[in-house]
């Protein structure tokens, strides 16, 4: 079972981003995913969530209309479009993936981690 996040950066107020998920076959197959963020002193922060057949798709408030979340199951691979970023979205930002289950905005509904990938907005 593997995740891997990437494509984080520093980026300027404004600048558009997309983030990636990389997974193994096991832990992409028929399974929801969903990004969360934590920023430094701050606790997790739900992102978004996609179903595993895309048709179900929840953001969190913060980034509703600005972000955009999309899978790709033939690549194994989850994307985050992130648009119109903000000082506020500077944040390690984190895959994850649910055994069982459809898309939830709950991190206790998620047993699959991946490492980070940082993203930091300069104002």
């Known amino acids: 079972v593997q995740l891997q996040a990437f494509g984080g950066g520093l980026v300027q107020t404004g600048d558009p981003l997309r983030l990636s998920c990389a997974a193994s076959?096991?832990?992409?197959?028929?399974?929801?995913l969903g990004w969360f963020r934590q920023a430094p002193g701050k606790e997790r922060e739900f992102v978004a969530t996609?179903?595993?057949?895309?048709?179900?798709?929840y953001y969190g408030d913060s980034v509703k209309g600005r972000f955009t979340i999309s899978r790709d199951n033939a690549k194994k691979t989850m994307y985050l479009r992130t648009d119109s970023l903000k000082p506020e979205d500077t944040a390690v930002y984190y895959c994850a993936a649910r055994i069982r289950g459809d898309a939830s905005s709950n991190d206790y509904d998620y047993h699959y981690w991946g490492q980070g990938t940082l993203v930091t907005v300069s104002s």
């Open positions: 996609i179903s595993y057949g895309g048709g179900t798709t």
């Open positions: 076959e096991g832990t992409f197959r028929g399974r929801a």
